[in-house]
Each structure stands twice: as C-alpha cells, then as structure tokens.
C-alpha cells in the first residue's frame, strides 16, 4: 500500500528531463538581445588619421631616405633648399610617400609638394589616406 | 633634364615618364626585380639629367618609354607566377 503511495507521490513529483543546452542557448541569445539590441558602433568620422601620427610617419620616410641628414628633418623642411636633395629624390620621396599612406597622387598635385608640411598637408587632406 | 627644351619634352613630362616608371616597379611581385626597376630607372635619369642636344633628349625619351612598356608588361607576366613566400628582405626586422 505505501510503495504504491509512494510512487504516485513520486511519479507526480518527478520532474521531465529538459535537453541541457536549450536553457543555457535561450540564455545567451537573451544576453546577446539586450546587449547589442540599442546600440550601434557606427564611426565613420575616424577614419581620417591624426594629424600628428601624420607627421611623424612623413618624417620617419624622410629620414630613411639615403643622404639625408636625420637632424635637418623638421615638420616644415624644404627638400631641396634645407636638406639639399634634388628634383629626382624629391619625386622618390613623394613615391615613398605613396606606398606609406596607400595614396595614388596624380603628377600636378605631386608636383607641388616640396617640403614635409605640404605633404602633411596634402596627405592630411586627402580622404583615401590609410 | 632641367634644361630639356625643345620637340614638345619638358620638365613635366620627364616627372611624368619617371614617375610612371616607379609606380611601374611597385607592381612586381618579386622582391629583387622591383628594387632593381627602381635603381635602374634612378641611376639613367640621374646619368641624363644634363643633357642639352634635343636629339638626345628625344632618344633618351624613347628609350625611357619603351623600357615603360617593357616593364608593363613584364609586371603582368611576373604576377601570374608570383612567387608565394615573401623575400626575406620584405619582413619587417623585428
């Protein structure tokens, strides 16, 4: 009489085994709803470079440059008058530039830049700079 | 070159065969053939720069524009074979 008591008791009592991952998926993706649900990391306004980092890695080029003299550099030294290099390094150097900065600057804009603060500016202004 | 006058070749236009002559050499995938383009294109204009004689001026012109179409070429079939480990040289020194 009590065994069969107990196991009605029992059977009433017993709880169904639930698969053990559904509770713990249902968790995470209820996590994953609050957490991102609001917010949007949307920056495109930092994609332009700082401008000292810009600085620095135009004077870092210019530096390891043959023939040119690291303590001559400064953000605003002329290639050809302050550190005495000619047209054809001034082009090569304006190529490093290019490859530094993943740039493609057409030969008239190319032209004018003949010292490191037109370049920083050029460079600093231009949208596709990397 | 500074004094290249003459037959319609200037200043800009010798910028401009040098320049397309550089970009040239960086689209070689090999590390070796794009330094030497690149010191060879360097070493001939340098060893032109002072010549006066229009003539010369329009041969060294030519020649420049053919060694263009050379390397053109060249940097599209060196690409199909590109060699699949990078050049020593090429690794940033750690």
């Not at chain 1, 196991?7 to 249902?26: D, F, T």
């Not at chain 1, 605003?76 to 493609?104: N, P, R, T």
């Not at chain 1, 008239?108 to 990397?130: F, L, N, Q, R, T």
Request: glycine share 6%; with cysteine; charged share 25%.
């Amino acid at each position: 009489m009590a065994a069969g008591w107990r196991s009605a008791i029992l059977r009433q009592l017993r709880v169904p085994v639930r698969p053990a991952l559904a509770p713990a998926m249902e968790r995470r993706s209820w996590i994953g709803a609050v957490r991102w649900s609001g917010i949007r990391f949307l920056s495109s306004g930092d994609d332009h470079l700082d401008k000292q980092e810009i600085i620095d890695r135009v004077l870092s080029v210019v530096r390891s440059y043959p023939g040119v003299e690291s303590s001559k550099v400064t953000p605003d030294c002329h290639f050809q008058k302050d550190l005495g290099l000619d047209s054809l390094d001034v082009v090569e150097i304006v190529m490093a530039l290019e490859e530094e900065f993943k740039l493609e600057i057409p030969d008239k804009e190319a032209d004018k830049i003949d010292s490191c603060g037109i370049a920083v500016e050029y460079i600093s202004s231009h949208p596709m700079a990397s | 070159m500074a004094s290249a006058v003459g037959s319609g070749l200037s200043r800009a236009e010798a910028f401009s065969l040098l320049r397309s002559l550089l970009r040239t050499a960086a689209k070689f995938s090999d590390y070796n053939i794009r330094e030497y383009v690149r010191r060879r294109t360097i070493d001939g204009f340098r060893e032109n720069r002072g010549l006066t004689d229009p003539s010369a001026i329009a041969s060294a012109f030519s020649e420049g524009r053919s060694q263009l179409e050379i390397a053109k070429r060249q940097a599209v079939v060196y690409s199909i074979y590109a060699p699949q480990v990078k050049n020593i040289m090429e690794l940033n020194a750690s």
